[in-house]
Structure formats: C-alpha cells, structure tokens
C-alpha cells in the first residue's frame, strides 16, 4: 500500500484562513488519489514535533500547509537527521499562509498551482542551510537575513501580520525611522580577512524571493550547491524608502550600495545574539557559521 502523506497543517497562518482554505484543498487531494494523513498544528514548535516524530517512525512523505513559517518547522523537524538515515524526505507544500515565497522560483505562485504540481509528483533536489548558532543549529531552505530586513519582519510579525504580504510594507515604513548601519563580521568560504563593515542589511539566500513577491536575490537557485550572499551597503532613510520597491523586481542590483557573492560555507563573528529573520521567522541568536547542504531535501514543485 502507498505510504500516506504525513500533512500538517497550520490553521493559524494566514490570519486563520488556512485552516479553511485547507479543506477544500486536501478534498481536491484525495480525489485525485493522494492519501493523507492530517495532523493540525496547535502551536509555535508542534510542526516540527510532528514531523520529527514521523520521520523517526519511518514516515518520508510530507505536506507542509500554511506559509514560510510552517514550512521552516516541518524542514526544522527534519533536519538535522542521521546521514544513514535512509532514503531522503519528500516535502510537498500547500501555500496558504502570508508569506509563499520559496516556490515561487519553481513557478508556483498559487493555491491551484501548487495542487497540480502535488497531483503530477514531479520532485527535485533542493539545498538546505544549516544555521549553526552559539546554542545550537537550525535549518532553511529559503532565506536567513540580519540587519534592517530582519528588524522589519520583526515588527511585521508583532504588529502588522494581519495586513498579510501588506504588513511587511507597513513595517518597512515604520522601521525606517529606527534605521542603523550595523556590522556584521563575516567571512566567505575561509577566504580572507572578515568583512567587518557597516551595511543597511545582509541576505543569504537560498532562493529568489521573500516577504511572498520580494526578489531579494535575483540570481539564486535553490538546487545549485551555492549560498546567495546580498550586501546592501549603508543607505540613508530617503535611499532605503526609494530603493524599497525595486527589490520587488530584482532591480535593487544595480545600485551602487549593493553587493552580491556566492559561497558553499560562511563564517560570522558576532559578539552577541542579533535578531535574524529566516523563512518568515523572526529569532535572536548569535550565528557563527552558514552551509550548504547540496541537494538534501527533495521538493514536490
């Protein structure tokens, strides 16, 4: 008998649409001939908890349903897993929250999209990112940032999150006001000394987009081996509230502040824990390394 997909679904993204939203689409599911074994989410952690506890009890095949944030726990609940810990996760994902951001490189931009790329199977390779840390290690497969971007989506996530992708816009606005040009001491791939100047904010990107329509880094590709490194030098308030749409459309790039690289591995030397915003969610820690793990999730897209 076919292994059922182990679906976990967050009825709070979204502002609570998703746990609506998420019954019709799991219906159009079923009936096409996927079987599904639903679990709901009742709290920050438990999509990690259950995804963990299913890979343990030999389960490969899951469904993430919700936004950026859920799909960071269920990746979280995977990783980090034993290298002989046979064949590698299936990760399918149902955009119902307010950010969708990392499918987006892979053409699916809604709900509907989404169904049919579940319905045809076809799965890929994609990196993943370990975020080692001073008291532990996480994992992403979209985007980890610090600086002014991080401070935004903290405010997005306290204040502006029922506003949807549109909070983040508000929040953009309301930090400008408390714009700072902090240092962020990293090095790339072992090579040379530390970069240990001031910038607007720093994005290290698996994927193309954030914050849903965002092209924070236009060149990345999540099935590459390679870590997109965005440095945006520092910016007055006026720059930041002017170049702010360009990043919609990847065209922040050609400003003169903006700086891209590629590494496999970076090093940071911070003195203390600073808030870091990855895929959607916003935490304080004190980083110390960054990795590419080639091709170790395989995605439904």
């Known amino acids: 008998m076919t292994e059922p997909w182990i679906t976990i679904v967050n009825p709070a993204a979204g502002g609570g649409r998703c746990g609506k939203q998420a019954r019709d689409a799991l219906f159009h599911l079923r009936e096409a001939g996927m079987r599904l074994a639903t679990v709901e989410t009742e709290g920050p952690g438990d999509a990690s908890r259950i995804a963990r506890d299913a890979f343990r009890e030999g389960h490969r095949r899951f469904l993430s349903v919700g936004g950026d944030g859920t799909h960071y726990e269920v990746v979280n609940g995977l990783f980090p897993r034993p290298v002989s810990g046979g064949a590698e996760p299936v990760l ?38 370990r975020a080692t840390h001073k008291d532990g290690v996480l994992h992403y497969i979209n985007l980890l940032s610090v600086g002014f971007t991080a401070h935004a989506g903290a405010l997005t996530n306290r204040h502006f999150k ?64 390679w870590l997109d490194v965005i440095r945006m030098g520092p ?15 990847g065209t922040h790039r050609d400003m003169a502040q ?9 090093e940071l030397a911070l003195d203390g824990p600073v808030d870091v915003m990855v895929d959607g969610e916003v935490l304080s820690v004190q980083l110390e390394s960054l990795e590419v793990l080639p091709g170790a999730l395989r995605v439904v897209a």
């Open 92 to 129: 399918g994902m149902l955009p119902l929250g307010t950010g969708n951001s990392f499918l987006r490189d892979f053409g699916v931009t809604d709900v509907r999209r989404a169904l049919m790329a579940l319905e045809q199977g076809n799965e890929r390779p994609v990196d993943v990112i």
């Open 162 to 225: 029922p506003f949807g992708a549109l909070g983040y816009v508000f929040a953009v606005l309301v930090g400008v006001a408390r714009l700072g040009h902090p240092r962020f001491p990293v090095a790339l791939d072992d090579a040379g000394p530390r970069d240990e100047r001031p910038c607007t904010f720093i994005s290290f990107s698996n994927s193309r987009y954030t914050g849903g329509t965002m092209m924070m880094a236009p060149e990345a590709d999540a099935t590459d081996g």
């Open 235 to 249: 910016l007055r308030r006026g720059e930041l509230v002017a170049a702010f749409p360009r990043i919609f459309k």
């Open 258 to 266: 903006f700086e891209g690289a590629r590494a496999k591995r970076v």
